[in-house]
Every structure is written in C-alpha cells, then in structure tokens.
C-alpha cells in the first residue's frame, strides 16, 4: 500500500489560510489523492479528492505537485469548526475492493 | 436523517463477553465497511462488504465475525472480548456511483473492555 507523510501538528489564527502538506513520493499512476478530516469525537469526513489537476470545492482546494509525488490541501479561511486531524489518503481505484489506509495525519490546531 | 448510523453509542462490557455493534445507512451504497481506531488514534480498515459478500478482511481475529442481511445493514459480532479490543469502531458505507467515491462514516462506537 502507498504511503503518504504529514507533519504530525499544525496551527493556525482564525481567519487565516491553511496550507497542510502531503508527501506520497511512491504514487502510482492509477492512485487518486484523498483527505478526510476528523473532528473531535466524530467519524471520519471526506474534504476532496484529486489525481493530477488542482481541485476546488466548498470546503478546501487541493494542489497537486506536477510530478504528483507531493500535495497541499489549502483552507482558505480557517475557522474554529476546522481544528480536526487531516488525512492525506492514497486511494487505487477499485471496484468493490476499495478501502482507505489511514495514515498518522497532521492535528490541525486553530486559534482564536 | 443520519446516513450513517451505528448502534450503541457507547459500550462497555467484562472480558469474555460475547457484544454486538450494528450499523445501517440509508444512502443505497452498496459497499460497507467497519474501521477500527486504536487508543493511539491509529485508523485502521477491519472488512468491506459489498452487497452482502465479503470482500476485505484484514487479518482480524476469528473471534470479530460481521453479518450482513442485507445491503442497508453491516453488523460486527465479538466474540469473547478481550481488553485489546477497547476501541472505537467504526462504519462506513460507498458506492463508486458517487463521483468522488467517498466513504460516508458513521459516529463510532466506543467499547469499553474491563
């Protein structure tokens, strides 16, 4: 199984954007990149997903290095509601065989 | 409605019991998962149950036996509880007809090994 690498703790102010990264330098041609993130006694929740293009949606941007082996999820505007451990996931498409292989994540920190 | 939901919330029981947890979803998803996440926070996938066949197991004891009767409905069964087993658990459904292929979770349950 792929392997990503997060820093084990970030923080950050309110209001202020949010860069998390991601290394996952064995990446396989076919591998989508995932992050979920889980708030405090709650189960995991999916953020966004990629494979070779930046993304964006509702909740966060994803950017992807050209060469795949690297990824940054970007929150824009952090508020309280995002202090949670983020997940950067490493997911080979699969029918019926998917699964998820958690990594240790990186433990988002945000300040008043 | 919740899409994900797991019964009980909160279980603690002796060692060498015998517990169930359940856990339906109403969004159709045909594939099911139970998740096991450790004291150290760890996440680690248990099995995936695709309409009601099993497709993962990870190298769990015999003593974790999940049932499926029907697509809705994945169940975890433990059998002799040992101390190691304290936990949350917890489910998830998918289906790779949702563009993102996203696995819905659901809110744990935390059992309680004494």
């Known amino acids: 199984d792929a392997k990503t690498t997060q820093p084990n703790s970030m923080e950050s102010n309110e209001e202020e954007p949010v860069h998390l990264p991601c290394n996952h330098s064995t990446i396989s041609g076919t591998d989508y990149i995932h992050w979920y993130r889980q708030l405090p006694s709650q189960g995991p929740e999916y953020v966004i997903h990629?494979?070779?293009s930046n993304v964006n949606n509702r909740m966060a941007s994803l950017a992807i290095a050209e060469d795949r082996k690297s990824s940054t999820l970007i929150l824009h505007r952090a508020t309280l509601r995002d202090a949670a451990v983020y997940y950067c996931i490493l997911r080979t498409p699969s029918y019926n065989t998917d699964k998820l292989i958690f990594g240790t994540g990186t433990r988002l920190q945000v300040f008043p | 409605d919740t899409a994900v939901s797991q019964t009980p919330k909160y279980l603690v029981t002796q060692m060498g019991n015998d517990k169930s947890i359940k856990c339906e979803q109403n969004l159709g998803h045909d594939t099911m998962y139970w998740y096991k996440q450790d004291s150290k926070k760890f996440l680690k996938i248990m099995f995936s149950y695709n309409n009601k066949e099993l497709i993962i197991n990870e190298t769990v004891p015999n003593r974790f036996s999940p049932k499926s009767p029907d697509k809705a409905h994945l169940n975890l069964h433990i059998n002799s509880l040992e101390l190691g087993d304290s936990a949350v658990y917890f489910c998830a459904s998918s289906s790779p007809e949702v563009p993102s292929n996203e696995q819905f979770f659901g809110p744990g349950t935390r059992l309680t090994v004494l």
């Open positions: 990629g494979l070779t």
